[in-house]
């Protein structure tokens, strides 16, 4: 089976960076989704990473180490509307994509 | 460009009743369509994908059923809804299962 772990909440400041942390076991890893969700909406994709390192999009960046079986998702100049659940999401051979809880990002002015 | 479409937004079911919920997706062809159900303040749990008219994959046991009558249109189904089936079910569609998965809006089940 797959185990994923993240925070389950984490708080910042309007402005500041925040790191959000995703560890997995699994066997046959493809790929790691990061995604975004609103309270009561549907998640939205924001990062992909396959191969190990960093991939940078804007105020965004997400790093993957597969040896570890760890990835973080990078958020610089946090703004209020970056408040939000952040969902690591590992991919298998198999084709199918296994999700974590989610980790709940408050930020605050 | 690509859309999906899921509906209705809301659903209030009694305890036995039966449900269909249907998604569908323009702008593509033969996506990858999957549905999920997400508890409150937990990840998405899998529960159907397709890769194909025809072709569902179940991942797990319940009372559910999933179809694809039609390359870009899945529905989720069930002949008599129980209480644990209250959630917020989401759609969604990938080019190839290594490519990003978009949601349809979701649907909120409320099972009383």
């Known amino acids: 089976g797959q185990n994923i772990d993240q925070p389950t909440e984490m708080t910042a400041t309007e402005g500041a960076i925040v790191q959000i942390n995703c560890t997995y076991q699994t066997s046959g890893f493809n790929g790691l989704f990061w995604y975004q969700q609103h309270a009561g909406e549907a998640p939205t994709f924001l990062s992909y990473n396959v191969l190990d390192g960093l991939e940078e999009k804007g105020r965004f960046s997400s790093f993957l180490s597969r040896s570890k079986g760890y990835s973080y998702l990078l958020l610089k100049e946090l703004q209020m509307k970056d408040s939000a659940s952040y969902l690591c999401a590992v991919k298998t051979n198999a084709g199918k994509s296994t999700f974590g809880d989610g980790t709940t990002l408050t930020v605050k002015p | 460009s690509q859309t999906i479409h899921q509906w209705p937004a809301t659903l209030v079911q009694p305890v036995g009743s039966p449900l269909s919920l249907e998604c569908t997706v323009e702008g593509t062809s033969n996506p990858n369509l999957y549905w999920y159900r997400q508890a409150a303040g937990r990840g998405l749990q899998l529960l159907f994908y397709?890769?194909?008219?025809?072709?569902i994959s179940s991942e797990v046991p319940q009372n559910l059923s999933a179809s694809r009558p039609q390359d870009r249109q899945f529905i989720l189904s069930s002949k008599k809804l129980l209480l644990s089936d209250s959630g917020f079910y989401l759609c969604?569609?990938?080019?190839?299962?290594?490519?990003?998965?978009?949601f349809g809006d979701g649907t909120r089940l409320s099972i009383l």
């Open positions: 397709s890769v194909g008219i025809g072709q």
């Open positions: 969604a569609w990938s080019f190839e299962s290594n490519q990003p998965q978009h």
